[in-house]
């Protein structure tokens, strides 16, 4: 059995997660995986996955980074992040490419909601955030009040009117870029019909 810092450095080198394959490669088998979880030192992810326990940065974005490197946060979890929606989102909201494994996603914790996207319009409104000192990727403002129109049917009628409103009295939103994103993702009628007669 490897050492805690030994175990901390192979960790390490996989940017904290680790796959069932790549323990037994550093012969690290079953019962030391059973060990390492009961002592607390690492847990399990989703089914083969493990990551390790870092008690100076507990947050669960750190392990949505770290399982979905690709992924994107939208919908709720970015509406909260602007502060356009007060509720807590119980699911980490997630865009992928529709091309993306629908496996990867079934895990116990976090939970996740992902969105599959088309390819071609996925990079929209990428954007630079942080949550819990973590850098993740999430959509911008614009971008987001798009996806919020495009997905209105899966909607809480509420928190897609407070977003809106929120939106609409925020001094940094920027219209122009709504409506170039609004072109691109095909509901540009729907940001002139709902919100138009608010701008």
Known sequence: MRSNDEVKELFAAYNGILRTDDLHKAK??????????AEGAIEKVRYGYYQLIDSENPSEALTITRLFPDAILCMDTALFYYRYSDRTPFFWHLAVSKDSGKSRFKIDYPFVKPYYIEPSVLSIGIAEGEIDGNPVKIYDKERTICDCLRFFGKMDRELFKKAMRSYLEDPAKDVPLLLDYAAKLRVTKKVKSLIGVWL
């Open 28 to 37: 690290i088998y079953y019962k030391d995986i059973q060990t390492l979880i």
